[in-house]
Protein backbone atom coordinates (compact mmCIF):
# COMPACT_ATOMS: atom_id res chain seq x y z
CA UNK A 1 0.00 0.00 0.00
CA UNK A 2 1.31 3.66 -1.03
CA UNK A 3 0.02 6.89 0.13
CA UNK A 4 -1.38 9.03 -3.00
CA UNK A 5 -2.00 12.70 -2.20
CA UNK A 6 -4.27 14.02 -5.10
CA UNK A 7 -4.40 17.72 -5.77
CA UNK A 8 -6.48 18.85 -8.09
CA UNK A 9 -9.77 21.31 -7.91
CA UNK A 10 -11.90 19.44 -9.96
CA UNK A 11 -14.08 17.81 -6.95
CA UNK A 12 -15.71 14.93 -9.41
CA UNK A 13 -11.77 13.94 -10.61
CA UNK A 14 -10.75 13.51 -7.59
CA UNK A 15 -13.48 11.37 -6.31
CA UNK A 16 -12.85 9.29 -9.66
CA UNK A 17 -9.12 8.77 -8.90
CA UNK A 18 -9.42 8.36 -5.05
CA UNK A 19 -11.70 5.13 -6.20
CA UNK A 20 -9.40 3.81 -8.68
CA UNK A 21 -6.31 4.07 -6.45
CA UNK A 22 -8.11 2.97 -3.45
CA UNK A 23 -9.05 -0.05 -5.70
CA UNK A 24 -5.57 -0.90 -5.83
CA UNK A 25 -4.97 -0.96 -2.03
CA UNK A 26 -3.55 2.62 -1.55
CA UNK A 27 -4.14 5.03 0.69
CA UNK A 28 -5.55 8.68 -0.90
CA UNK A 29 -5.88 11.96 0.43
CA UNK A 30 -7.67 14.86 -1.55
CA UNK A 31 -6.79 18.35 -1.77
CA UNK A 32 -8.53 20.77 -3.98
CA UNK A 33 -5.78 23.78 -4.19
CA UNK A 34 -2.34 23.65 -4.15
CA UNK A 35 -1.48 26.11 -1.57
CA UNK A 36 -3.14 23.22 1.06
CA UNK A 37 0.21 20.69 0.67
CA UNK A 38 2.10 20.85 3.54
CA UNK A 39 5.27 19.98 4.76
CA UNK A 40 3.20 17.00 6.71
CA UNK A 41 1.79 15.65 2.83
CA UNK A 42 5.22 15.77 1.68
CA UNK A 43 6.30 13.38 4.40
CA UNK A 44 3.68 11.00 3.85
CA UNK A 45 3.12 10.81 0.07
CA UNK A 46 4.69 8.45 -1.48
CA UNK A 47 3.33 10.34 -5.04
CA UNK A 48 1.95 13.51 -5.53
CA UNK A 49 -0.42 13.93 -8.14
CA UNK A 50 -0.37 17.75 -9.02
CA UNK A 51 -2.91 19.46 -11.16
CA UNK A 52 -1.84 22.78 -13.00
CA UNK A 53 -4.23 24.91 -13.46
CA UNK A 54 -5.83 25.68 -10.24
CA UNK A 55 -6.53 29.10 -9.09
CA UNK A 56 -4.30 30.87 -6.30
CA UNK A 57 -1.21 28.62 -6.17
CA UNK A 58 -0.99 26.88 -9.35
CA UNK A 59 0.75 22.98 -9.82
CA UNK A 60 4.01 24.57 -11.16
CA UNK A 61 4.27 27.18 -8.35
CA UNK A 62 3.30 24.43 -5.84
CA UNK A 63 6.11 22.23 -7.52
CA UNK A 64 8.30 24.54 -7.29
CA UNK A 65 8.04 25.43 -3.39
CA UNK A 66 7.55 21.73 -2.17
CA UNK A 67 10.00 19.74 -4.37
CA UNK A 68 12.85 20.04 -1.76
CA UNK A 69 10.65 18.75 0.37
CA UNK A 70 9.22 15.76 -1.21
CA UNK A 71 11.13 12.78 -1.95
CA UNK A 72 8.61 11.15 -3.89
CA UNK A 73 7.36 11.44 -7.69
CA UNK A 74 5.50 13.93 -8.66
CA UNK A 75 3.53 13.81 -11.89
CA UNK A 76 1.60 16.75 -13.40
CA UNK A 77 -2.52 16.30 -14.28
CA UNK A 78 -2.21 18.95 -17.14
CA UNK A 79 -4.99 20.33 -19.44
CA UNK A 80 -1.64 21.85 -21.27
CA UNK A 81 -0.80 20.36 -24.40
CA UNK A 82 1.79 22.62 -25.46
CA UNK A 83 5.09 21.00 -25.60
CA UNK A 84 6.67 24.36 -23.73
CA UNK A 85 3.95 23.75 -20.41
CA UNK A 86 5.41 20.40 -20.36
CA UNK A 87 8.83 21.35 -20.28
CA UNK A 88 8.45 23.74 -18.01
CA UNK A 89 7.05 20.93 -15.14
CA UNK A 90 9.57 18.65 -15.51
CA UNK A 91 12.10 21.71 -15.41
CA UNK A 92 11.16 22.27 -11.91
CA UNK A 93 11.00 18.79 -10.75
CA UNK A 94 8.14 17.44 -11.82
CA UNK A 95 8.96 13.50 -13.10
CA UNK A 96 6.01 12.72 -15.14
CA UNK A 97 3.30 14.45 -16.30
CA UNK A 98 -0.47 13.22 -18.05
CA UNK A 99 -2.22 15.64 -20.36
CA UNK A 100 -6.37 15.79 -19.76
CA UNK A 101 -8.71 14.31 -20.16
CA UNK A 102 -6.73 10.80 -19.49
CA UNK A 103 -7.81 7.37 -19.06
CA UNK A 104 -7.21 6.30 -15.88
CA UNK A 105 -5.98 2.91 -16.43
CA UNK A 106 -3.28 4.91 -17.86
CA UNK A 107 -2.64 6.78 -14.70
CA UNK A 108 -2.96 3.87 -12.57
CA UNK A 109 -0.36 2.15 -14.74
CA UNK A 110 2.21 5.37 -14.51
CA UNK A 111 1.12 5.87 -10.78
CA UNK A 112 2.29 1.76 -10.01
CA UNK A 113 5.32 1.76 -12.94
CA UNK A 114 7.09 4.91 -10.27
CA UNK A 115 6.20 3.38 -6.59
CA UNK A 116 7.97 0.43 -8.45
CA UNK A 117 11.26 2.13 -8.92
CA UNK A 118 10.57 3.75 -5.42
CA UNK A 119 10.35 0.29 -3.72
CA UNK A 120 13.09 -1.22 -5.70
CA UNK A 121 16.15 -2.03 -3.07
CA UNK A 122 18.99 -3.64 -4.81
CA UNK A 123 22.56 -2.97 -2.59
CA UNK A 124 25.31 -1.92 -5.39
CA UNK A 125 26.94 0.84 -6.78
CA UNK A 126 28.44 1.58 -10.35
CA UNK A 127 31.24 3.80 -11.07
CA UNK A 128 31.33 5.70 -14.42
CA UNK A 129 34.75 7.32 -14.85
CA UNK A 130 34.15 10.24 -11.77
CA UNK A 131 31.22 9.53 -11.04
CA UNK A 132 29.72 7.00 -8.20
CA UNK A 133 25.83 5.39 -7.86
CA UNK A 134 24.17 4.16 -5.53
CA UNK A 135 21.63 1.93 -6.76
CA UNK A 136 20.01 1.33 -3.26
CA UNK A 137 19.49 5.14 -2.36
CA UNK A 138 19.03 5.83 -6.58
CA UNK A 139 21.69 8.87 -5.63
CA UNK A 140 24.40 9.65 -7.87
CA UNK A 141 27.82 11.24 -6.70
CA UNK A 142 30.32 12.84 -8.34
CA UNK A 143 33.93 12.92 -6.44
CA UNK A 144 31.79 12.13 -3.27
CA UNK A 145 29.53 14.99 -3.82
CA UNK A 146 25.78 14.38 -4.51
CA UNK A 147 24.32 15.64 -7.42
CA UNK A 148 20.87 16.86 -6.79
CA UNK A 149 18.77 15.21 -9.59
CA UNK A 150 15.38 14.88 -9.32
CA UNK A 151 13.59 10.63 -9.59
CA UNK A 152 12.54 11.04 -13.60
CA UNK A 153 16.66 12.38 -14.32
CA UNK A 154 18.75 9.99 -12.08
CA UNK A 155 16.44 7.15 -13.44
CA UNK A 156 17.38 8.18 -16.96
CA UNK A 157 21.07 9.11 -16.16
CA UNK A 158 21.31 5.36 -14.06
CA UNK A 159 19.73 3.59 -16.97
CA UNK A 160 21.91 5.27 -19.84
CA UNK A 161 24.97 4.57 -17.31
CA UNK A 162 24.47 0.92 -16.76
CA UNK A 163 24.33 0.78 -20.69
CA UNK A 164 27.78 2.61 -21.68
CA UNK A 165 28.10 2.77 -25.45
CA UNK A 166 24.50 2.01 -26.65
CA UNK A 167 22.34 4.01 -27.91
CA UNK A 168 18.16 4.47 -26.66
CA UNK A 169 15.54 5.99 -28.49
CA UNK A 170 13.54 8.39 -26.10
CA UNK A 171 10.44 5.77 -26.37
CA UNK A 172 13.05 2.96 -24.99
CA UNK A 173 14.11 5.29 -22.29
CA UNK A 174 11.11 6.27 -20.77
CA UNK A 175 9.67 2.50 -20.50
CA UNK A 176 12.68 1.56 -18.91
CA UNK A 177 13.21 4.16 -16.56
CA UNK A 178 9.64 4.39 -15.40
CA UNK A 179 8.21 0.75 -16.38
CA UNK A 180 5.50 2.00 -19.17
CA UNK A 181 4.79 2.19 -22.37
CA UNK A 182 3.98 5.93 -22.77
CA UNK A 183 3.06 7.40 -26.86
CA UNK A 184 3.48 11.11 -25.32
CA UNK A 185 6.50 10.83 -23.60
CA UNK A 186 9.51 11.74 -25.74
CA UNK A 187 9.39 15.71 -24.61
CA UNK A 188 9.67 14.49 -20.93
CA UNK A 189 12.68 12.63 -21.71
CA UNK A 190 14.60 15.40 -23.74
CA UNK A 191 13.52 17.78 -20.96
CA UNK A 192 14.95 15.27 -18.84
CA UNK A 193 18.50 14.85 -20.25
CA UNK A 194 18.49 18.56 -20.86
CA UNK A 195 18.18 19.13 -17.03
CA UNK A 196 20.68 16.29 -16.42
CA UNK A 197 23.49 17.61 -18.80
CA UNK A 198 23.18 21.22 -16.90
CA UNK A 199 23.46 19.77 -13.35
CA UNK A 200 26.31 17.86 -14.73
CA UNK A 201 28.04 21.07 -16.55
CA UNK A 202 29.32 22.60 -13.22
CA UNK A 203 31.63 19.31 -12.62
CA UNK A 204 33.01 19.30 -16.15
CA UNK A 205 30.91 16.35 -16.97
CA UNK A 206 28.72 15.40 -20.10
CA UNK A 207 28.99 11.80 -20.31
CA UNK A 208 25.11 11.46 -22.09
CA UNK A 209 26.12 12.39 -25.86
CA UNK A 210 22.96 12.86 -28.37
CA UNK A 211 23.01 10.41 -31.60
CA UNK A 212 21.05 12.39 -33.92
CA UNK A 213 18.00 11.32 -35.17
CA UNK A 214 17.90 8.19 -33.20
CA UNK A 215 18.15 8.88 -29.38
CA UNK A 216 21.22 9.14 -26.35
CA UNK A 217 23.85 6.72 -25.33
CA UNK A 218 26.35 6.90 -22.51
CA UNK A 219 29.38 7.74 -23.65
CA UNK A 220 32.16 4.50 -23.50
CA UNK A 221 35.17 5.79 -21.41
Same mark, same amino acid.
Given at each position: ???????????? #???????? $????????? @??? &??? *?????????????????????????????????????????????????????? #???????? $????????? @??? &??? *?????????????????????????????????????????????????????????????????????????????????????????????????????????????
Amino acid at each position: MAHILVVDDDGD #LRALLKTA $LERDGHQVS @LLD &RGG *AVSEAHCRWADCILLDVMMPGEDGFATCRRIRALAACPILFLTAKTEEADVLTG #LGLGGDDY $LTKPFRVAE @LRA &RVA *AHLRREQRTPHARLRRGVMDFDLGERAVYWKDTPLKLTKGEYAICEYLAMHPGQTFSKEQLYEAAFGYDGEADASAVTEHIKNIRAKLRPAGESPIETVWGVGYKWKNG
